[in-house]
């Protein structure tokens, strides 16, 4: 087994920069406004999107040690470590939330995972919610077979991810006045607001109901980088009831979208950010001549 560093990574030949793609969308344009897409959706076939940018350095630092992580049944998080251990040579052990899934046959996102060579474990949902409590955690890491392993946080986000994702805004840096991207645990927006350059701003639209993010990226950040940086707001309003929660409009909006510019969208995440993007403009929240720059951070599963 390859212990993975930064000449694995390249052997895997990522997309980087990964494309800025300028649209032409009449609901941008009637506003004078550009819209582009950073497309990190197309920085790996496998590891996909920001997942590359959180996970990559993670990996160097596990230095071919067992990747342990949590996350939910359809978790686009899981299956990119599964699919970055197989590249990299990392073995890795999912955690999933939900013990009665272990009775039933496995979902497409998890066969993904086990096809990636993923061992999962699966714990009762109060248990889950406690995981990061150091007793919980190592009786959870103990159960799972993963003592000693590298453990990676839900969702990806540690100070190395966002480290990572730092890069992102650095490779928009004058090329835009707004950057917007989807957010779950915030790790992507924490990282690209301190990437990008003087003037610019970034637009987070958390996906999560409930409000907590704005601490959570300002903690991010503190980790990170030892303070708070860069310009960044969160808007609140596009969640659509929650994590994979969606609406008929919501999905009418994502397959519109998909025919007018050709490009595939992500339904947890994307979707929420486009939708959010064109309700914005609409409103005048953008000045006119304003260029805005949509992160596509990642691609849909199973298509
Ligand atoms: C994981 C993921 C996100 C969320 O990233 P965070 O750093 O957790 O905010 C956004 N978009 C896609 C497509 C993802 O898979």
């Known amino acids: 087994m390859t212990s993975p560093d930064a000449s694995n990574l390249a052997a895997l030949r990522p997309r980087l920069p990964s494309p800025l793609q300028e649209v032409t969308d009449d609901r941008f344009a009637r506003r004078g406004v550009r819209l582009l897409l950073k497309r990190d959706d197309l920085i790996h076939p496998e590891l996909v999107g920001n997942k590359w940018r959180k996970l990559a350095p993670n990996l160097i630092a596990a230095a071919g040690r067992t990747v342990v992580t949590f996350g939910g049944a359809y978790s686009n998080h899981l299956r990119a470590t599964a699919a970055a251990g197989r590249l990299l040579g990392n073995p890795t052990i999912g955690i999933v939330r939900g013990q009665e899934l272990a009775d039933r046959p496995l979902n497409p996102s998890l066969a993904r995972c086990v096809a990636d060579g993923m061992r999962l474990h699966f714990v009762d949902r109060t ?9 919980t955690q190592a009786g959870l890491l103990r159960a799972a077979g993963a003592e000693g392993a590298y453990v990676v946080p839900e969702g990806g986000s540690n100070a190395l991810a966002v480290r990572g994702c730092r890069e992102l805004g650095e490779e928009l840096r004058g090329q835009a006045d707004v950057v917007a991207l989807a957010c779950g645990t915030g790790g992507t927006l924490a990282g690209l607001a301190a990437g990008l350059g003087p003037g610019q701003r970034a637009l987070g639209i958390p996906v999560l109901k409930g409000g907590f993010l704005a601490a959570d990226v300002e903690r991010l950040q503190e980790q990170a980088f030892g303070e708070r940086r860069g310009d960044w707001a969160l808007d609140d309003r596009f969640h659509f009831g929650g994590y994979g ?11 519109d979208f998909e025919e007018r510019h050709e490009v595939a969208v992500e339904r947890l995440y994307v979707a929420k950010l486009l939708y959010g993007l064109v309700v914005m403009v609409e409103e005048g929240a953008f000045g006119k001549g304003d260029a805005v720059i949509a992160v596509v951070t990642g691609a849909p599963f199973g298509r």
């Open 127 to 135: 248990t889950y919610r406690r995981k990061s409590e150091p007793e």
């Open 245 to 255: 929660r969606t609406t008929a409009e919501l999905d009418a909006f994502a397959k």
